[in-house]
């Protein structure tokens, strides 16, 4: 099984700045895709940047040059740089990775818990 812990949410003020991290830990074999959705209150969860296991990485529009999606593959971690944020940034936020605890079993999806992101004006 694969768990995924996210951290570094909280609250700023519009134009600040955070750093998301979430660590996969548990049974892993190999970890492809990883991304970041967020959910707003009433509002569906969208994606925010994904990126492969080589680096290759695609945004939302809304955050695009704004937001920079990175990982350290050694550390089975992804990160979410957030600048010049926005009260339309508010949301929890979700890590989540394609993933397989072993050679053997198929790839699944797992998500974190969230983390709460709070942008005021």
């Known amino acids: 099984q694969v768990q995924l812990v996210e951290s570094g949410g909280g609250f700023v003020q519009a134009g600040g700045s955070l750093r998301l991290s979430c660590a996969a830990s548990?049974?892993?074999?190999?970890?492809?895709?990883m991304g970041w959705y967020r959910q707003a209150p009433g509002k569906q969860r969208e994606l925010v940047a994904a990126?492969?296991?080589?680096?290759?990485?695609r945004y939302a529009v809304s955050v695009k040059g704004r937001f920079t999606i990175s990982r350290d593959n050694a550390k089975n971690t992804v990160y979410l740089q957030m600048n010049s944020l926005k009260p339309e940034d508010t949301a929890v936020y979700y890590c989540?990775?394609?993933?397989?605890?072993?050679?053997?079993?198929?790839?699944?999806?797992?998500w974190g818990q969230g983390t709460q992101v709070t942008v005021s004006s």
């Open positions: 990126i492969t296991s080589g680096g290759s990485t």
């Open positions: 989540n990775a394609d993933a397989v605890a072993t050679m053997t079993t198929p790839w699944s999806v797992y």
């Open positions: 548990g049974s892993i074999f190999r970890i492809n895709a």
